[in-house]
């Protein structure tokens, strides 16, 4: 099965401060997601990468994916209370691409 | 876009008893839903993919006859854990994947919001 391995498992950051976070495939990563999560609670789709050395934003969280495909990093600049969290990434494997794992997930904690 | 629907959001058992966890796809067909296992402050993890009409696919180290998965129609499958003990407390989720032709936000997999089962 692919693994998929983030780093780092936690993340202690000052408010305004800027941090990544990566994920790593051990396979070719054909579609990557990044959810963010409180656990107990659901997923919050952040955004998918599909095309090697595609770059997508949403508000203050930049994700991209290697040419390899091999690789995603989530950015995200001046961090605020409101970006703490569980941050997953997940990818389709399996034959036929069936099954959806996640990663070993990043828990951001933003001091104020 | 794509909604799924899961039920309980809590739900909390005496030990021995078994629980039924409900995921509705509520305005798609999902042929593929996949059930999930979370631990605090851990990942999720994959239990197993349910296919409607047939059989689910367990991950290695799933115990199929604990955790049973029923996938009777294009909208529904249910995960009952049979026997529950202390040690199946856990936050649980479902997921489906979406037609093809979901967009964003839900592109891709739509996730159910979830349920935290306590066994005492």
């Known amino acids: 099965s692919q693994e998929l391995e983030q780093s780092p498992q936690s993340l202690i950051v000052q408010e305004g401060k800027n941090l990544t976070i990566n994920c790593t495939s051990s396979k070719t990563l054909y579609g990557l997601y990044w959810y963010k999560q409180k656990y107990g609670e659901g997923l919050i789709f952040l955004m998918m990468l599909q095309k090697g050395g595609e770059e997508k934003s949403h508000e203050k969280i930049t994700a991209k994916l290697d040419e390899k495909k091999q690789q995603s990093s989530l950015h995200i600049t001046a961090s605020q209370p409101s970006h703490a969290g569980i941050y997953l990434c997940?990818?389709?494997?399996?034959?036929?691409?069936?099954?959806?794992?996640f990663g070993s997930g990043t828990k951001l904690n933003v001091k104020p | 876009g794509a909604v799924v629907s899961q039920h309980p959001s809590r739900v909390i058992c005496k030990s021995g008893t078994s629980v039924k966890i409900e995921c509705r796809s509520l305005?798609?067909?999902?042929?593929?839903m996949f059930w999930y296992r979370q631990f605090p402050k851990q990942s999720l993890m994959l239990m197993a993919t349910s296919n409607e009409g047939s059989k689910a696919t367990y991950e290695q180290g799933v115990e199929k006859d604990k955790f049973l998965i029923n996938h009777a129609s294009l909208t529904l499958s249910t995960l009952t854990v049979t026997s529950a003990h202390p040690e199946d407390s856990s936050f649980y989720i479902c997921?489906?994947?979406?037609?093809?032709?979901?967009?964003?936000?839900?592109?891709?997999?739509?996730f159910g919001s979830g349920t935290r089962l306590t066994v005492v």
């Open positions: 997921s489906a994947r979406n037609p093809p032709q979901g967009l964003p936000p839900n592109y891709g997999y739509t």
């Open positions: 997940g990818a389709e494997s399996g034959n036929n691409f069936n099954k959806f794992y």
């Open positions: 305005d798609f067909q999902a042929t593929t």
